[in-house]
Nanobody, 122 residues
Framework: QVQLVESGGGLVQAGGSLRLSCAASGGTFSSYVMGWFRQAPGKEREFVAAITWGGTTTYYADSVKGRFTISRDNTKMTVYLQINSLKPEDTAVYYC???????????????WGQGTQVTVSS
């Protein structure tokens, strides 16, 4: 089982940028597809982005394409989410997660971090 710890969230003005990090431990990081999800107050957790084992293929939700970039560094056992042109509707708790095969569904991911809060002010 891999353990995941997110960091990098905060309060930012609309139009700003953040880079979220998710550090992994306790598993073979390169054997996992890594995903980012978010959950806004009163809403269900939703898929944001995912990246395959070696980082060659990425997937994005339509709502974030062109603004969010997922990447990974297997030597550092870390996955990143670069968030640009932030909007108030991006306000949510952002979670990273790990699974064995590419997926967009929450239920397909077995390992989750505790989340990091992103708040975008207008």
């Amino acid at each position: 089982q891999v353990q995941l710890v997110e960091s990098g969230g905060g309060l930012v003005q609309a139009g700003g940028s953040l880079r979220l990090s998710c550090a992994a431990s306790g598993g073979t990081f390169s054997s996992y597809v890594m995903g980012w999800f978010r959950q806004a107050p009163g809403k269900e957790r939703e898929f944001v982005a995912a990246i395959t084992w070696g980082g060659t293929t990425t997937y994005y939700a339509d709502s974030v394409k062109g603004r969010f970039t997922i990447s990974r560094d297997n030597t550092k056992m870390t996955v990143y989410l670069q968030i640009n042109s932030l909007k108030p509707e991006d306000t949510a708790v952002y979670y990273c997660a790990a699974t064995k095969d590419p997926a967009r569904q929450v239920g397909s991911y077995e390992n989750w971090g505790q989340g990091t809060q992103v708040t975008v002010s207008s």
